[in-house]
């Protein structure tokens, strides 16, 4: 194609898009998250019709490998039980696969490669060299033992360690994968391959690990945050704030907005939602810590402590009167109705700390309103951005510094609204941050799958 018009680059898109649904019957988040990207990439398609010559996006829609295997271990009763394990490796153009391991029940291959092709996008806005990857297993650690936690673990790397490497695949955490099963999984692939390499990354401070790594997806969230408002001409400070979830996210999220002077006045569960109107900081702050080591996964527990908050049973928080909103939970947590009683109430900014938590509808409510909206592959990259910076530490032997792993943080962050900024603008739709994520994500992507040939 040596001329690409608007109207050809969309019928391209609309035959790759219908690829993808009849190739991946029933993987509705999966479709969601390719259809996300697709549309806002017309105008990059236009200016480089090369790309379509070459089916970049026809190859950047499927994974490079996709690897899936039976976890079988045993209870401390002695029952033997099966789980399902999987890895996704989507795309290593820019560097090894990276993403987290997810344990909970309602991993299935769809949530996966929606992760997973997320996961491109978000690595390549870092600027650092990581492809895009997610894995993970169907087993709940919840109610479960260390013991217990550990023998799946340990079961669960045996499959995994023959594909992945320190400049292969570099896995990490997410939903149920925490401290604990980091070091369960670690020990078990030192035990397999006699080495002691950067292989995966969350990993204690005593062996390898990070500093701020647990906070570093809140802690980017709300940079990233501050950064939009600036372009508005405000700041965090002194707005009110609504977070969702009460895991590692919403926990530095809360943190460090606080600490900038925001209040938070919201954190949620699947039980349902706090408002502590008082707002949430300080000691609240450090309870959410004890909240999820409980293994109560409720967050109705805030109240039993914190007498004078109210508990909103099965609620989201999306109706109380906020200026900023930061989805830290899961995927479409925030719905069209959600939106709109966000836009009704007067938030100014939503800015995704969760991957994919609004919905097209939410997310088109937000555009109508013309209010500050940031898609998760931008604003939730802290996470993955200080891995990369413990690959790095991993790779000299030395550890930063808490100082000097927030400012590479910070810097990352900046770096990455400023980029989605500027390529929106590049592209005729200045302040379009999901547009600007996601054509500056894919042009790296892009020319590094060129330069690499047909593969």
């Known amino acids: 194609m040596t001329v690409a018009t608007k109207s050809n680059v969309t019928e391209y898109l609309n035959s790759v898009l219908s690829n993808v649904k009849s190739k991946n019957p029933g993987e509705k988040e999966f479709h969601q998250a390719v259809e996300e990207v697709l549309f806002t990439l017309t105008p990059a398609l236009e200016k480089h019709p090369e790309y379509i010559k070459a089916k970049i996006v026809d190859r950047i829609v499927e994974p490079e490998r996709v690897i899936m295997f039976r976890v079988a271990w045993e209870d401390d009763k002695g029952e033997f039980h099966i789980n399902r394990g999987y890895r996704v490796q989507f795309n290593s153009a820019i ?3 990276k993403g987290g391991l997810r344990f909970h029940p309602s991993v299935n291959l769809s949530i996966l490669k929606f992760l997973g092709f997320e996961q491109i996008f978000k690595n390549s806005l870092t600027t650092l060299p990581m492809g895009g990857g997610k894995g993970g297993s169907d087993f709940d650690p919840k109610g479960k033992s260390d ?10 790397m045996t ?10 695949d570099v896995p990490a955490g997410d939903i ?18 006699n080495e002691f390499t950067g292989v995966l990354t969350g990993k204690g401070l005593t062996w390898g690990g990070s500093l701020i790594r647990p906070e570093a997806t809140g802690f ?3 940079y990233f945050t501050q950064e ?6 405000t700041e965090l400070k002194g707005k009110r704030v609504a977070i969702s979830g009460f895991g590692n996210v919403a926990w530095g999220a809360a943190l460090k907005a606080t600490e900038l002077g925001a209040k938070v006045v919201t954190i949620s569960g699947p039980d349902g939602f706090i408002l502590d109107e008082d707002g949430i900081k300080g000691e609240k702050i450090d309870y959410m810590l004890k909240m999820r080591a409980s293994g109560r996964d409720e967050v109705k527990m805030y109240v039993e402590k914190f007498k004078k908050a109210k508990f909103f049973e099965g609620k989201r928080p999306w109706g109380v009167k ?5 989805p830290c939970a899961t995927q479409n947590e925030l719905d069209e109705n959600d939106a709109k009683d966000l836009v009704k109430n007067g938030c100014i900014c939503v800015c995704e700390g969760a991957n994919m938590p609004s919905t097209p509808g939410a997310i088109e409510v937000f555009k109508a309103a013309k209010i500050l909206y940031s898609p998760g592959k931008a604003s939730n990259a802290g996470g993955v951005a200080t891995s990369g910076l413990e690959m790095s530490q991993n790779s000299m032997r030395m550890n930063w510094s808490r100082e000097e792993v927030d400012k590479h943080l910070r810097d990352i962050m900046v770096n990455i609204h400023n980029t989605c900024l500027r390529t929106s603008e590049e592209y005729r739709s200045k302040g379009d941050y999901m547009m600007g994520a996601n054509i500056a994500g894919f042009l790296k992507v892009a020319d590094a799958m060129m330069a690499q040939g047909l593969m």
């Open 228 to 233: 939009m408002l600036k372009t508005k001409n």
């Open 159 to 168: 499959e995994l360690f023959k594909y992945i490497g320190p400049d292969t």
């Open 322 to 326: 906020v200026d900023v909103a930061i």
């Open 95 to 97: 560097g090894p696969y």
């Open 220 to 222: 980017g969230v709300v």
């Open 147 to 156: 013991n217990e936690v550990m023998r799946f673990c340990q079961s669960f």
């Open 176 to 193: 149920g994968v925490g401290g604990r099963e980091i070091g369960y999984l670690f020990g078990q692939y030192k035990r397999l391959v």
